[in-house]
């Protein structure tokens, strides 16, 4: 989000005209913040609002709203990205430049792919098919039909949804990747490497690779197109947040908390301990966020823990 809004990596909220003296008195540490811990707050403030305020229920409400909302946004995105950008010839040429054994076009070729390689794959599959029904943040989705059939139904359309968001989302990489390394493009592509170099001047660094599709989303989506992006990022990012925070928080409430008390809580004392504990998951949260340096993809990430 800070990259593809244009934030600045760090920001001086006292060197204003508005405070020419004050910024004598302030310790040099805070004169130049960092914006991630700021977003980092906002993004889990706003979502705790959501789950705190109305539970599990609006939980469910938010996600269908925001489930809805994405799906007309991605057809908006992807139709512009198809009617401007989007050259398969060029696209293809670059796809081809992935060394012997890592082919990017040709799935038998991979055995030499550092990642995102066979054993990956396989792994997914086998998780898919063992976890069946065990995403403890569905939990109440999974719960919530009226009968077999239309639960059943549920996971059916859910997984359409989902296929189609990952073909919405494969659309946006494709023509990054396409703009970053085709000659074409080259001066553009110059020009979105200087914002990524803000980052780290080092190509392999995962926070640059991570920020990649973002720096260049603003060069090649129109104004209003990519507001509805940034509305996408944070539609899903309340969507998902307040899934989590309600499941673990209800997690560590009752499977961590309560077998240690030796009756349970009255009706509305235990509605504010689930409150409590999910702020406690916030604050978890945030920490990690500040103190946990990612080193690998975060798909692979998401691969490693799921597993676990």
């Known amino acids: 989000i800070i990259i593809l809004l244009g934030l600045p990596l760090h920001f001086s909220p006292f060197e204003s005209e508005h405070f020419p003296t004050l910024a004598q008195h302030i310790p040099s540490f805070l004169q130049h913040i960092p914006t991630f811990p ?147 493009y080259k001066d553009l592509a110059k020009t979105v490497n200087g914002v990524l170099d803000g980052i780290s001047t080092n190509p392999g660094n995962e926070d640059r690779s991570q920020a990649m599709v973002a720096a260049v989303l603003p060069h090649v989506l129109p104004a209003g197109v990519l507001g509805l992006f940034g509305a996408v990022l944070v539609a899903a990012l309340i969507s998902c947040h307040t899934g989590f925070m309600h499941a673990w928080g209800s997690v560590m409430l009752q499977d961590i908390i309560m077998p240690f008390r030796k009756k349970p809580f009255e009706t509305r004392r235990h509605i504010w301990a689930l409150r409590g504990a999910i702020v406690g998951v916030c604050v978890i949260v945030y920490a990690l966020s500040l103190l946990i340096k990612q080193q690998e993809n975060i798909l692979m990430y998401f691969a490693a823990v799921n597993s676990i």
């Not at 796809?95 to 070729?109: Q, R």
């Not at 066979?118 to 403890?136: H, K, M, P, Q, T």
């Open 38 to 184: 700021v977003i980092a707050a906002l993004m889990l403030i706003i979502p705790s609002f959501f789950v705190l305020g109305g539970g599990h229920t609006t939980v469910i409400i938010t996600d269908f709203i925001q489930g809805m909302f994405m799906n007309i946004a991605a057809v908006v995105i992807v139709t512009s990205l198809l009617f401007t950008w989007f050259n398969w010839d060029h696209i293809v040429e670059v796809l081809k430049m992935a060394p012997s054994g890592a082919s990017k076009l040709d799935p038998i070729h991979t055995s030499e792919t550092k990642d995102f390689n066979a054993y990956f794959f396989i792994i997914n599959i086998i998780a898919g098919i063992y976890g069946v029904l065990s995403n403890v943040p569905a939990q109440g989705f999974m719960g919530s039909g009226k009968n077999a059939h239309e639960q059943r139904m549920g996971g059916l359309l859910g997984q359409l949804r989902w296929q189609g968001l990952l073909a919405f989302f494969m659309m946006i990489a494709l023509v990054a990747m396409m703009v970053l390394n085709h000659l074409d």
